[in-house]
């Protein structure tokens, strides 16, 4: 009787262990892994009564809080019932008015960042490309769900059933400085989304406002002092632009110190390429509030002037000729000496390209009048530079467009453009006097240095 007595206790015993064996193992808290739990099966939500629904999208969303590693091909079945949910969430919003209930608020933005936040992969900078011919973009492999979790914080984001000051307690600075950091994700799908949403976030937050451009502000101090590249800056400077936009005017001194110290030493940066365009739409939008901060941004231009990369020349003369169209003559005439002096230097460029855009400037009407009403100060460089590009200059379409611009010169000024001609001919032929000279004399070096090695042999 003893020994059947220990025997049903021994069998006990392992029954217990193996239950115990059994539970599954409790998971850190946010982002559930799906090694150690499997996509739980939840009934359709159009199926359940309406009063049963809230719990039940409850649910849903603490299920797509489960994460699969897709660079594995594990877990298919899980990762597409995943899928499927996120996209009846994404339908039931489209089609339910009060899906958004604030009481789920909470759970739909832990939702969220447990899908999107994460740690992006390294990649090698080593090289950056300085032009257009960028290596192609590295993809999201979680992206058939990361789509979908976009699309669906998006929805809520734009939705009018959020009332800002309530959603503010989970959508708080913690949330939007993480996103912040998914504008250095390879995928441009994804920096398209960050860009929409985190837009609309600070269209609707108020309260967020000065805080994500301040954290726009980190950003590109960051991207200009600490990194060699950044893949978001364009993304970043497209918000910049809408937000610039909407500046309230007279400006404000915060805003005048972000073009100072964060818009306008991007201009610095071996990539400019890859984001020049919304860039040089942020300085246009400034000097369209202010007209006045045309003389703060073209002269830190040309400060930070290229000289070695003539495809980053060509990037800021386009600029350079937007931002004139839009200069007053005041202004103007307080930078016009280095401007024309650096327009002269670009015109007797060697590089075809550059000294093509140069002289292009000759095709808009309003820098010819800018240039034309200080001619007595501007036409000397000009003309000098344009007289020695017709001689020196390998480029024939260079000299064409040279003898044009030579002809509007001396249509807007026949006297001046005598005077000028007269002053650059002197000026040459005491050059070449000077140069003659100075060959004579190292000849006549040579020559001794020839005979006294004779003499010496």
């Given at each position: 009787a003893m020994k059947l007595i220990q025997s049903i206790k021994q069998k006990i015993?392992?029954?217990?262990?193996?239950?115990?064996?059994e539970k599954p193992r409790p998971t850190?808290?946010?982002?559930?892994?799906?090694?150690?739990?499997?996509?739980?099966?939840?009934?359709?939500?159009r199926d359940e009564p309406a009063s049963e629904r809230p719990e039940l999208f409850r649910q849903k969303l603490q299920a797509c809080c489960i994460i699969y590693d897709f660079s594995s091909e594990t877990n298919l079945k899980s990762k597409e019932s995943k899928r499927q949910t996120l996209l009846e969430m994404v339908e039931f919003v489209n089609s339910s008015r009060a899906?958004?209930?604030?009481?789920?608020?909470?759970?739909?933005?832990?939702?969220?960042?447990?899908?999107?936040?994460?740690?992006?992969?390294?990649?090698?900078?080593?090289?950056?490309?300085?032009?257009?011919?960028?290596?192609?973009?590295?993809?999201?492999k979680a992206w058939p769900h990361l789509q979908i979790v976009y699309e669906f914080f998006l929805r809520f984001v734009v939705s009018n059933e959020i009332d800002p000051k309530v959603a503010k307690a989970s959508l708080n600075a913690d949330f939007v400085a993480q996103m912040m950091e998914l504008f250095d994700s390879d995928d441009p799908r994804e920096r398209d989304y960050v860009k929409t949403i985190l837009h609309r976030i600070y269209g609707k937050f108020m309260t967020l406002r000065s805080f994500i451009r301040r954290a726009i502000q980190q950003t590109f101090y960051k991207v200009m002092y600490e990194s060699d590249a950044y893949n978001g800056v364009g993304e970043l400077l497209e918000i910049m632009g809408s937000i610039i936009n909407g500046f309230a005017?007279?400006?404000?001194?915060?805003?005048?110190?972000?073009?100072?110290?964060a818009l306008i030493p991007?201009?610095?940066?071996?990539?400019?390429?890859?984001?020049?365009?919304?860039?040089?739409?942020?300085?246009?939008?400034?000097?369209t509030k202010d007209p006045r901060l045309a003389l703060v941004i073209i002269s830190a231009m040309l400060r930070y002037w290229p000289t070695t990369i003539t495809s980053k020349q060509v990037l800021f003369l386009n600029e350079l000729e937007e931002?004139?169209?839009?200069?007053?003559?005041?202004?103007?005439?307080?930078?016009?000496?280095?401007?024309?002096?650096?327009?002269?230097?670009?015109?007797?460029?060697?590089?075809?390209?550059?000294?093509?855009?140069?002289?292009?400037?000759?095709n808009n009407d309003y820098i010819v009048r800018l240039i034309t009403s200080s001619r007595k100060v501007l036409f000397p460089a000009i003309i000098g530079a344009l007289y020695t590009n017709s001689k020196l200059h390998w480029s024939s379409a260079v000299h064409g467009l040279t003898f044009n611009v030579l002809k509007l010169l001396m249509e807007a000024d026949p006297q001046l453009f005598?005077?000028?001609?007269?002053?650059?001919?002197?000026?040459?032929?005491?050059?070449?006097?000077?140069?003659?000279?100075?060959?004579?004399r190292w000849a006549t070096l040579q020559d001794l240095h020839d005979r006294k090695a004779i003499k010496t042999a």
């Open positions: 015993g392992e029954d217990e262990d193996a239950a115990e064996k850190a808290p946010g982002r559930a892994k799906a090694a150690e739990t499997g996509f739980p099966t939840l009934p359709k939500l899906a958004f209930q604030e009481s789920l608020i909470p759970e739909i933005v832990k939702m969220v960042g447990c899908n999107i936040f994460r740690a992006l992969p390294s990649k090698d900078r080593s090289f950056v490309c300085l032009g257009d011919d960028e290596e192609e973009p590295t993809l999201e005017l007279p400006l404000k001194e915060e805003h005048k110190d972000f073009l100072v110290r991007l201009h610095k940066l071996k990539f400019l390429a890859g984001f020049h365009q919304q860039l040089s739409y942020c300085m246009s939008q400034y000097v931002l004139l169209e839009l200069t007053k003559p005041p202004e103007f005439v307080q930078m016009q000496e280095p401007l024309i002096q650096r327009i002269a230097q670009c015109i007797m460029c060697p590089h075809f390209q550059v000294a093509e855009r140069t002289l292009f400037l000759w005598d005077e000028c001609s007269a002053n650059h001919k002197e000026m040459y032929d005491e050059l070449e006097e000077r140069t003659a000279l100075r060959e004579h």
